[in-house]
């Protein structure tokens, strides 16, 4: 048995949970979900829980387990406490600021680059510690905004400059060497 798939997902207070075939739909105060998964699994609701169970063991069958049991953990959290990624701007002249809604960052180009949320998401960025969060309640969306903004400029290996997750680690490279007579 895998061993995330055979955990049972625990839904809190608040958060509503229904199950038909092979949908499932999460609400709660951050939003809902609905999402289709496949049917080399059933899943059901017991109570306050969701259970994951797979038909048999083939190979397929087992990497979809866990993976559709952490897809609805993900979805529950979402809903009930929401997901953050946070980034960090570094190099001299650079900074985040918001215009409304809009992240607008100053990386070193021409023009200030703007970035739009999409549905689901807000921003936060503190022009002083050159901080941007990025909020959400759908995992998968967050992540691949934060990967979205951190791809304007990512961060060079000479300087450190650039947008990298906060906590990332950036391998710094020496440089020329320099003339030798």
């Known amino acids: 048995m895998s061993r ?15 199950v038909s075939k092979n ?22 609701k017991e109570g306050n829980e969701v259970i994951v ?23 529950v959290t979402g809903v009930s406490t929401g997901f953050k990624r946070e980034l960090e701007v570094l190099g001299v002249g650079y900074r985040p600021e918001m215009k409304g809604k ?5 990386v070193g180009y021409s023009h200030p680059v703007e970035v739009e949320p999409p549905a689901g998401i807000s921003f936060e960025a503190d022009p002083k510690t050159r901080l941007i969060v990025v909020n959400g309640y759908d995992k998968e969306v967050v ?21 990298r997750y906060k906590g990332e680690y950036v391998r710094r490279k020496a440089g020329k060497a320099g003339k030798t007579a």
Request: a positive charge; aromatic letters at 4%.
């Open 4 to 18: 995330i798939g055979r955990l049972p997902v625990e839904i809190p207070a608040g958060v509503e949970v229904s």
């Open 23 to 44: 949908e499932v739909k999460v609400k709660g105060k951050n939003g809902e979900m609905v999402r289709q998964f496949l049917p080399d699994v059933t899943i059901r």
């Open 53 to 75: 169970e797979r038909h048999n063991d083939e190979a397929f069958s087992r990497a979809i387990h866990g993976t559709t049991r952490a897809v609805i953990q993900n979805m």
């Open 102 to 106: 809009t992240l607008v960052l100053n």
């Open 143 to 163: 992540g691949q905004v934060a990967a979205d903004i951190r791809k304007i400029r990512p961060p060079e290996p000479y300087k450190g400059k650039g947008i």
